[in-house]
Every structure is written in structure tokens, then in C-alpha cells.
T-cell receptor, first 112, second 114 residues
Framework: NAGVTQTPKFQVLKTGQSMTLQCAQD?????MSWYRQDPGMGLRLIHY???????DQGEVPNGYNVSRSTTEDFPLRLLSAAPSQTSVYFC???????????FGSGTRLTVV | DAKTTQPPSMDCAEGRAANLPCNHS???????VYWYRQIHSQGPQYIIH???NNETNEMASLIITEDRKSSTLILPHATLRDTAVYYC???????????????FGTGTQLKVEL
């Protein structure tokens, strides 16, 4: 049981490049979500999913796309990276509303 | 979600109990109290949550006052590995439409020392 696995752990992108941050879980959790954490800003929700085939926007969705084709995976795509997207990204999952969230170890992204 | 107030920092001697307070005077009847912690550079870790009864698990105990306006997270025997930022979050258990988001405030930096 690996829990929540995020890849890569570190990434440097040039402005305008695209990439996909991967999030995979083996706990059969229905809820999956992406947060970004910036100094002094706390964690902010980007996108979330309540099950396979269902996604919705969080509070800071611009510049990011998601899809949920399987229960296990919830990739986050940056379409055209900008320096403002330099941040630490966390994937969080939970089984249902009776449980807390399980977070991945994060992806540290730098856009230059 | 109700706003929470936590002290910015606390110190605790290793082996002693760490008692972390949280005020949430505007909490609603259907809102739970959740506690998470974040050890430096790691993802947040769920600790415990409760509605109105005291709760205990292998990590900690949660004491909620009868009026539910405040709570205390207790780490019974703190170790150096418990040094982290602890977040108290108040929210409904299930959110539709607006997003299942967790609102992390600034939390309490707990430093456990020898």
C-alpha cells in the first residue's frame, strides 16, 4: 500500500513549457484534489474530483487542467507554465467524508 | 467555514504532553474540528477530527468544549519528531458545489526540545 504517490518530486520548467504532475493512489479513495502551497498563502485548492469522470474547479484553477479517467489517477496539467506557478503542489485524497485527507509528499516546481 | 485562532508558536519538552489550543467561536452545528500537521517540507498529515465528543486515536486526543467554541489537541508524550506546524480546521464534513477544500490558516509551530 503506497498511499498517495506524486511524481516528479522536483521540476524546473521554462516559461511557456507544458508538463503534467502525476498523482496516483492505491487506497480506492473517491475524493482527489490538487493544492498549491506558497509562502504566507497557505494551501489553495486548484481542482478536485469526487469520483472517476467527475472534476471541478477549486479557488485557483486558471492555467491548470485535470482529468479523472480512473479512480487511481488524477494528473494535473500545466498548459503553458508561468513564473507565477512556481510553488509546491500537493495531491490530497480521502475515502469519504468520514475520514481525513491523505496528502502526497509534494512536487516542487520552479518556472524560470 | 468557521474561522479558527491558534497561537503562532509553542514549545514543549520531549516526553511531556503537548496541549495545542484552538478557538473557533463561530463554529456551526454541522461543522467538525479537524487537526492536521505539516512537518517541514512534507505534505500535511491528518491527525484527528471530531464533532462534539472527545476523540482519541493512536496519534493524539481531541478535547472539544461543551459549547464547541474551542478545542485542544493533546499529544500525550511529545517527541522531537512531533516538531511541526499544527493546523486546526473547522468545516462541514461533506461539501458539494463549492469544493471539498481545506482552508489552512497559519497554524501553531510546535517545537519539541530535549
Amino acid at each position: 500500500n503506497a498511499g498517495v504517490t506524486q511524481t516528479p518530486k522536483f521540476q524546473v520548467l521554462k516559461t511557456g513549457q507544458s508538463m503534467t504532475l502525476q498523482c496516483a493512489q492505491d487506497m480506492n479513495h473517491e475524493y482527489m484534489s490538487w493544492y498549491r502551497q506558497d509562502p504566507g498563502m497557505g494551501l489553495r485548492l486548484i481542482h478536485y474530483s469526487v469520483g472517476a469522470g467527475i472534476t471541478d474547479q477549486g479557488e485557483v484553477p486558471n492555467g491548470y487542467n485535470v482529468s479523472r479517467s480512473t479512480t487511481e489517477d488524477f494528473p494535473l496539467r500545466l498548459l503553458s507554465a508561468a513564473p507565477s506557478q512556481t510553488s509546491v503542489y500537493f495531491c490530497a485524497t480521502r475515502l469519504n467524508s468520514n475520514y481525513g485527507y491523505t496528502f502526497g509528499s509534494g512536487t516542487r516546481l520552479t518556472v524560470v | 467555514d468557521a474561522k479558527t485562532t491558534q497561537p503562532p508558536s509553542m514549545d514543549c519538552a520531549e516526553g511531556r504532553a503537548a496541549n495545542l489550543p484552538c478557538n473557533h467561536s463561530t463554529i456551526s452545528g454541522n461543522e467538525y474540528v479537524y487537526w492536521y500537521r505539516q512537518i517541514h517540507s512534507q505534505g500535511p498529515q491528518y491527525i484527528i477530527h471530531g464533532l462534539k465528543n472527545n476523540e482519541t486515536n493512536e496519534m493524539a486526543s481531541l478535547i472539544i468544549t461543551e459549547d464547541r467554541k474551542s478545542s485542544t489537541l493533546i499529544l500525550p508524550h511529545a517527541t522531537l519528531r512531533d516538531t511541526a506546524v499544527y493546523y486546526c480546521i473547522v468545516r462541514v464534513a461533506y461539501v458539494t458545489g463549492g469544493g471539498n477544500k481545506l482552508t489552512f490558516g497559519t497554524g501553531t509551530q510546535l517545537k519539541v526540545e530535549l
